[in-house]
């Protein structure tokens, strides 16, 4: 209410430029809001911010939400959210970025942590054999050899 009544004063004092400015009384409503703001406990909100409440949402969405813990299929998605998860200096040369490259950067990113367990079995393999004996060829067995006969 107090947003549309300075609208609407606004407005009149737009359109009759020799009326004077808006009273006192005008803003007493939005010196009310902004005391009533100071007096709430600091994480309270006042609406919602999920687009979606979770008892109307569909199987699809849900299944979708929750394969998005890590945020990763928002950012295949949205360049926004991919430019925003960005340190500054990047989100300044990601205007210079294709979405080709963009997506083809995401994927490999996917890739490579795809592939890291393999590569670490593969890592770890090779400590593991460290404890064997290297195959080494036979010496022959002459009658000088060993001291024996």
Same mark, same amino acid.
């Given at each position: ?7 609407? !004063? ?20 939005? !010196?009310?809001? $902004?005391? *009533? ?6 994480? $309270?909100?006042? +609406?919602?911010? $999920?687009?979606?409440? *979770? ?22 998605? *949205?360049?926004? +959210?991919?430019? /925003?998860? /960005? ?6 040369? *990601? ?8 997506? /083809? ?6 890739? @490579? ?6 590569? !670490? ?10 404890? $064997?004996?290297?195959?080494?060829? /036979? ?6 050899? @060993?001291?024996?006969?």
């Amino acid at each position: 209410q107090a947003l549309g009544s300075l609208r609407i !004063l606004y407005r009149r004092s737009r359109l009759d430029p020799t009326q004077s400015p808006p009273s006192r009384s005008a803003a007493m409503p939005l !010196l009310r809001r $902004a005391a *009533s703001m100071v007096v709430r406990p600091l994480g $309270a909100r006042l +609406a919602s911010t $999920a687009v979606v409440s *979770s008892s109307s949402e569909s199987m699809s969405q849900k299944v979708y939400r929750w394969l998005d813990i890590t945020g990763y299929l928002t950012k295949w998605h *949205s360049r926004r +959210a991919w430019i /925003l998860d /960005l340190d500054p200096p990047s989100r300044a040369a *990601s205007v210079m970025m294709t979405e080709y490259e963009r997506k /083809l950067l995401l994927w490999l990113t996917f890739m @490579n942590f795809m592939f890291m367990p393999i590569s !670490l079995w593969y890592w770890y393999g090779q400590f593991t054999h460290l404890s $064997a004996k290297p195959p080494i060829p /036979l010496m022959p067995e002459y009658q000088y050899m @060993n001291g024996r006969k």
